[in-house]
Structure formats: C-alpha cells, structure tokens
C-alpha cells in the first residue's frame, strides 16, 4: 500500500510570492491534516479536511489556507510568503476523523523563503 | 497554542543503554501517541495509547498512559544506533484537538 505522498519535496521561494503544496493521503483515507515544523519545535497544527470540508483550524493568519478534492488529495496554499514561513511542511492521513483513527505522515515538503 | 511538556529535550546514550522519556499536561487527555521522525522524514506512530493506564509494547519500547490521564511515558530497552532520532508525543484532549510535545531528540554516543 503506497504511503502518504507530498509534492514538491523541497521548494525555495522569495518573501511576498505565494505556494501551493500538494499532499496524495494513503488510499482508503479520507481526512488530511496539515503541520508546520520548524526547527527545535513541535508540530504546529495548521488545519483539518475531511470530505472536501475543513474540520478543525489550528491558531495561524489567513495566509494558509488549504482544500480538499473529491479524490482526498490535498492542496495548501500560502501567500504573501514571509521569512518566518520557512519551515517543514507536513501531512498526515488518517481514515477518517477523530478520536480512535492514528495519522500517518508524509516526508514535508521542505519551504525555504528568501 | 497548547503544548504538552516533553522530557528531556535532549538524551545522549551509549548503545545497550536503557532511555525513558515522559510528556505531561496540565489537563486530562483521551489519547496518548508516541512519534519517532528520523531525519527528512515525516513522523512514524510508534505507538497508541487509549485508556488510563494502559501498557503497551512494541519490541524494545514499551509506553504507558498515565493513571491520572495527565501524563505518558515511553521507555526503549537496550538501545541501538537506529533508534537516534526525535520523540514526539501527541494527545488528544477533552476538545479532541491533537496537541503535540516538542520532542526529545535522542543521540548516541560515539
């Protein structure tokens, strides 16, 4: 069973351009969650989609903002890029939303803004 | 936003040494996860944690969610090179929101 997949693996973008990074769940999975890791830190939880819905909203401005298409895929889109928004990006599938359904992550997509 | 307290932040082991390392939380949590992310890598569950108390093994590791459902701990036995690395908890509290710790990074010693 292929894993999680997330395209491009590494990007390199200049302040004030936008992104949009792509996340392929495992097949079968239904709900993707986005993170945000920088160096030293923890995961910081970005958002939630289930079933083409956002089902939960972590604490970050308006200039991340993501979807989810009828096939589970992923997108996440940031603009206005600034130097702090460098950092991994990572998803993670889970069959379905909640409590009882374990995540399985992807490799990142490594941003690096200039 | 919530952070659970991950320790120590840091471990420097020989190898066959035995490493334990805890989470805790000022509230009551429903789940316990334990992550290891090896560099580049996306984090792998090691292990899940579901009901106060419980003890579960997973060959050398072992972790155990806290009777009082405020903490978790995760032990490895005789350690080898591979398992240097970063060790997340995770847990999902009364509000069902997945709150992660910060990691301990595991290194060995030459």
């Known amino acids: 069973k292929a894993g999680v997949t997330q395209t491009p693996r590494y990007l390199i973008k200049t302040r004030g351009q936008q992104v949009t990074l792509s996340c392929s769940p495992i097949?079968?999975?239904?709900?993707v969650s986005w993170y945000q890791q920088t160096p030293g830190q923890g995961l910081q939880f970005l958002f939630e989609y289930f079933s083409e819905t956002q089902r939960n909203k972590g604490n970050f401005p308006g200039r991340f903002s993501g979807r989810q298409f009828s096939n589970s895929r992923s997108e996440m889109n940031v603009s206005t890029l600034e130097l702090g928004d460098s950092a991994l990006y990572l998803c993670?599938?889970?069959?379905?939303?909640?409590?009882?359904?374990?995540?399985?992550f992807g490799p990142g997509t490594r941003l690096t803004v200039t | 936003g919530q952070q659970l307290n991950q320790s120590p932040q840091s471990m420097f082991i020989q190898e066959g040494e035995d490493v334990s390392m805890n989470c805790t939380s000022s509230s009551i949590f429903n789940t316990w996860l334990w992550y290891k992310q090896d560099p580049g890598e996306g984090p792998v569950l090691l292990i899940a944690?579901?009901?106060a108390g419980e003890l579960t093994s997973n060959g050398r590791l072992t972790a155990q969610f806290g009777i009082t459902r405020k903490d978790s701990f995760l032990n490895i036995s005789a350690s080898i090179p591979s398992d240097v690395g970063i060790y997340f908890c995770?847990?999902?509290?009364?509000?069902?929101?997945?709150?992660w710790g910060a990691g301990t990074k595991l290194i060995i010693k030459p």
């Open positions: 993670a599938s889970s069959l379905t939303s909640g409590l009882y359904y374990e995540q399985y």
């Open positions: 944690l579901y009901k």
């Open positions: 995770a847990g999902h509290d009364s509000n069902y929101q997945l709150i």
């Open positions: 097949s079968g999975h239904r709900s």
